[in-house]
C-alpha cells in the first residue's frame, strides 16, 4: 500500500552537499520506523542511517557520522538525508527504507524499498 520514491541525488565534488529526498504515498509514515540504505558497485548494500517511527532515535554508520542527518517531516509524509562533506567512497545508489528497530538493530521489510537515487561524488 505504501510506495516510496527517493529523489535528489546527482553529481558533486568532493566536499560538497546533497539532502534526498524519500517521498511516500497510499499510507501515512508516521507508524513506521525507516532508514538510508546505499549500494555501490559489487559491494553489499550497506545501512547508512535509521530513523524510528517518532523521529526521536537516530542512527548512523561509522563512515557518515558528523557528515550526514536523518530527519522525517510527517506533514509532508516524507524522509531525508542532508549529506555534507561527502567522498567519492560517497558514490552509491541510496534508497530508503521501511522496515523495524528491534532487538538492537534495523531490520527491513523487503516489500517497501524504493527505486532508488544516483549520487556520485567526484575528486
Known amino acids: 500500500q505504501v510506495q516510496l520514491v527517493e529523489s535528489g541525488g546527482g553529481l558533486v565534488q568532493t566536499g560538497g552537499s546533497l539532502r534526498l529526498s524519500c517521498a511516500a504515498s497510499g499510507r501515512t509514515i508516521s507508524n513506521y520506523d525507516m532508514a538510508w540504505f546505499r549500494q555501490a558497485p559489487g559491494k553489499e548494500r550497506e545501512l547508512v542511517a535509521g530513523?524510528?517511527?517518532?523521529?526521536?532515535?537516530?542512527s548512523f554508520a561509522d563512515s557518515v557520522k558528523g557528515r550526514f542527518t536523518i530527519s522525517r517531516d510527517e506533514a509532508k509524509n516524507t524522509m531525508y538525508l542532508q549529506m555534507n562533506s561527502l567522498k567519492p567512497e560517497d558514490t552509491a545508489v541510496y534508497y530508503c527504507?521501511?522496515?523495524?528497530?528491534?532487538?538492537?538493530?534495523?531490520?527491513?521489510?523487503?516489500?517497501?524499498w524504493g527505486q532508488g537515487t544516483q549520487v556520485t561524488v567526484s575528486s
Open positions: 527504507n521501511i522496515g523495524r528497530f528491534y532487538s538492537g538493530s534495523y531490520h527491513p521489510d523487503s516489500n517497501y
Open positions: 530513523i524510528n517511527w517518532s523521529g526521536h532515535i537516530t
